[in-house]
């Protein structure tokens, strides 16, 4: 099964700040990478598919990029509503697998 | 609006067997893909089973493969997951979900259930 490390594990930010997320797979999965993000209670939400398209309705301060087997999500300036736990899941391989979520609390 | 709502969660002792069913609407059920997903208690997502448009076509993850079947009823808009041998660790909130793209199952998942817990225990 493709491994989706994702880091960090979790994060304290304040309102405002550029927060980063990154997810590693194990092998190529070429840009079938997606980015949920989940609150508390609630079902996951879909932020970006294919690496970096953005969802419709979701804010353009998310972004979502990659170089080669690494993905990233990018807050670019975090918003109150924003505090979550997130995961990246791989497209490209089955079993498709999630990466371990990054929780972004506050500071 | 496109919804998705689970039942079928519930208490079911180790060895046991459970069916989850989930409702669809909104959209032409046929032509998209469906997922099952579960989050055990304070846990991350682990993606399950998937299923074509036209039911002929399944996956599944390692952890539940020769125990869990996932069906659909097109006819009905209904995903279903029979779950048999059920272990503590299946303990979990089960969410189906419908595939963004009708073309690729990996394109994500863009709209969810609610949710049902199973709680698998003696």
């Known amino acids: 099964d493709v491994q989706m490390t994702q880091s960090p594990s979790s994060v304290s930010a304040s309102v405002g700040d550029r927060v980063t997320i990154t997810c590693r797979a194990s092998?190529?999965?070429?840009?079938?990478l997606a980015w949920y993000q989940q609150k508390p209670g609630k079902a996951p939400k879909l932020l970006i598919s294919?690496?970096?398209s953005l969802q419709s309705g979701v804010p353009s301060r998310f972004s979502g990029s990659s170089s080669g087997t690494d993905f990233t999500l990018t807050i670019s300036s975090l918003q109150p509503e924003d505090f979550a736990t997130y995961y990246c899941?791989?497209?490209?391989?089955?079993?498709?697998?999630f990466g371990g979520g990054t929780k972004v609390e506050i500071k | 609006e496109v919804q998705l709502l689970e039942s079928g969660g519930g208490l079911v002792q180790p060895g046991g067997s459970l069916r989850l069913s989930c409702a669809a609407s909104?959209?032409?059920?046929?032509?998209?893909?469906m997922t099952w997903v579960r989050q055990a208690p304070g846990k991350g997502l682990e993606w399950i089973a998937a299923?074509?448009?036209?039911?002929?076509?399944?996956y599944y993850a390692g952890s539940v493969k020769g125990r869990f079947t996932i069906s659909r009823d097109n006819s009905q808009d209904t995903l279903s997951l029979q779950m048999n041998s059920l272990r503590a660790e299946d303990t979990a909130v089960y969410y189906c979900?419908?595939?963004?793209?009708?073309?690729?199952?990996?394109?994500?998942?863009?709209?969810w259930g609610q949710g049902t817990l199973v709680t698998v225990s003696s």
């Open positions: 299923i074509g448009g036209s039911g002929v076509v399944t």
């Open positions: 294919g690496t970096s």
């Open positions: 909104g959209f032409t059920f046929s032509t998209y893909a």
């Open positions: 979900a419908k595939v963004r793209s009708a073309d690729y199952y990996g394109s994500g998942e863009d709209y």
């Open positions: 092998q190529d999965i070429r840009s079938w």
């Open positions: 899941q791989q497209g490209n391989i089955m079993p498709l697998t």
